[in-house]
């Protein structure tokens, strides 16, 4: 569990909203589940291997990619 406003700010002081980027591959594939709910990234294991979130972050002018 990650509150996304304790780890993102804007300089301006511009209200961020979150995005999680769509990801390739089959869902029963996949290691992880991730999710947004009200600013905060859930993150689930659900078997072994690696997996990559990549989240969008955005204060409606420029668009900041984390992966």
Request: negative net charge; contains cysteine.
């Amino acid at each position: 569990m990650f509150p996304l406003d304790e780890y993102f700010s804007d300089p301006d002081g511009d209200n961020l909203t979150y995005a999680l980027k769509e990801s390739l591959g089959n869902t029963e594939t996949k290691p992880l589940q991730a999710e947004l709910i009200d600013g905060t990234l859930w993150i689930k294991p659900v078997k072994a291997g690696k997996g990559i979130v990549e989240l969008n972050v955005t204060d409606g002018e420029a668009v900041f990619t984390c992966t």
